[in-house]
């Protein structure tokens, strides 16, 4: 027996409860077109040859929606439990099937609100293809969670010959296998599909799976050459890597777009890596009005594990690793006017690694917006970045390694007990003119050689507390910087204050006297006295 209404107009079956009230089935097959809308079937291929790993009653072998030419298959699920599960080689849940053989293929939508959905393949091919949204040519796929837990024991590919959408605005979503965004198909040119993946609100993760890793783990975006758009605004995904690019083929006038306003991403070892270089190149966009990048660290999995538990999911997450956005590709840090989702960023991005965990980024980084590391770890900058929002360092350490360069930034902003580590920089970091460094609260750390140029040292002091302190290497007050002090506490008396502590080098030449309300300082030698 099957819980289900279906209306003849539009191909519907409203999941509320169980999708089998009464026990199990062999076999069943739902099979109507009225005016050649829709085609929906739902099959049992048969016992698969391993067991799923868990306990589930409710289960099919197959569920296709949109399988013919001009169909139209709505499939939602309010509630229940569903597990579509078998052993074939073949996809085991898919929309949008049609092939298309005219112009336009089958159209397959499935929103889920809430209950558990689970697709499975047995333990030989739990990571190969078996969640397909877009399969056949000229088709349209769209899967939507708002609500409940989609979990995929098997491989995701959004856009194989079709375009498919994925989309979280909420809920769950686990993957335990290939996650293929743009897949592509066949596997010689001309290559057809597209592939779109939207994150608002909810958790996804991409988990780790002993048969795809070191391979394309986590999201592989336009893998044949295909269109591939990630657009996040919310929510929080946890990933081993973003691949941009094709592994195999290469279409000219392909686009690859990874457009980023809000949210959290947990990435692991893998990091941010991309092929189109390599492969002859197609054009990557990379715009970021906000977002906050993490360390993550996932355990290799297998179809052991019940991906439909979050419990038993959060349990192979744990301390994060180090990891590289490579030279490739650059990107935009856009201002608070740009839209993701319809949803704006504050128009910085921030980093946020773990303590005593690395993110380097190679790539340049330019545009309007900013960028803040806000983690106990260190964020690293390899190349010549140019862009023109604040830099601001609210926990652990940004350094500059070899090339790296934030010239276009115009304030520097250090939070109490953080560094600047500017000593694996190819050269002395130099102020540009009209750049400003200060902090903000008690002690900050400069780690290496400094050069002030004609920048501002722009310093707040408390009266007792150095403003900086220079760790190693040299801090060279040059004469055309420009030096405020900003008394926070009380008017200060007549005397000697050490508003910089050196455990390395602090020298320069003579500065004009710079005044806040109150007091007038000027400098002789390295030491810094109040007039009497």
Known sequence: MICKRRSEKSGEVILAGFFCSEGEFDSVSIDWSGRNLAKTIVKDSGSPSDSPPFTWTNSVGELQIGVMDHAIGTFNMAGGSLLVTNNNVGNIYALGSGSGAGTVGGSGTFNMSDGMF????????????????????????????????????????????????????????????????????????????????????????????????????????????????????????????????????????????????????????????????????????????????????????????????????????????????????SVNLTNNSFLV?????????????????????????????????????????????????????????????????????????????????????????TLAPGQFLSNNGSTATIIGSVNTGAGTMSLTYDGSTPSLAVASGTLTLDSGTTFRINISGAALGPGIYKFISSTGRLCGGNFAAVHDRRRHYRRRGCVIHQRR
């Open 118 to 329: 689970t697709v499975w393949r047995s333990s030989g091919t739990d990571h190969q293809d078996g969640f397909i949204v877009g399969w056949g040519t000229n088709s349209t796929g769209i899967f939507t969670i708002a609500g409940g837990t989609a979990s995929a024991i098997c491989g995701v590919e959004t856009g194989v010959r079709g375009m498919g959408t994925l989309t979280v605005n909420g809920g769950v979503l686990v993957d335990n296998g290939w996650f293929g965004l743009g897949r592509g198909g066949p596997t010689t040119a001309p290559f057809t599909g597209s592939g779109t993946f939207n994150l608002s609100a909810g958790t996804v993760y991409l988990l780790r799976n002993s048969s795809t890793e070191g391979q394309t783990d986590g999201i592989e975006m336009g893998q044949n050459g295909t269109n591939a758009v990630l657009n996040i605004s919310g929510g929080a995904l946890y990933c081993q890597r973003i691949g941009m690019g094709p592994n195999t083929g290469n279409q000219s006038g392909t686009k690859l777009e990874m457009n980023i306003s809000g949210g959290n991403i947990y990435l692991g070892d893998q990091g941010i890596v991309s092929n189109t270089v390599a492969a002859g190149g197609n054009p990557e966009s990379v715009n970021i009005s906000g977002w906050t990048f993490h360390t993550a660290f996932m355990t290799i999995i297998s179809s052991t594990v019940n991906a439909g538990d979050i419990s038993t999911v959060t349990n192979y997450l744990g301390i994060g690793t180090n990891w590289t956005w490579t030279v490739n590709p």
């Open 341 to 429: 989702n319809g949803v704006s960023g504050p128009g910085y991005v921030t980093f946020a690694p773990e303590a005593t965990r690395i993110i380097t980024l190679n790539n340049q980084w330019s545009g309007v917006g900013g960028l803040t590391m806000n983690g106990p770890g260190t964020l690293a900058l390899g190349a010549a970045n140019t862009f023109s929002g604040n830099t601001t360092i609210k926990q652990g350490t940004l350094a500059l390694a070899g090339a790296g360069s934030i010239s276009n930034s115009p304030h520097i902003i250090m939070s109490s007990g953080t560094a600047f580590d500017v000593s694996g920089a190819s050269s002395t970091f």
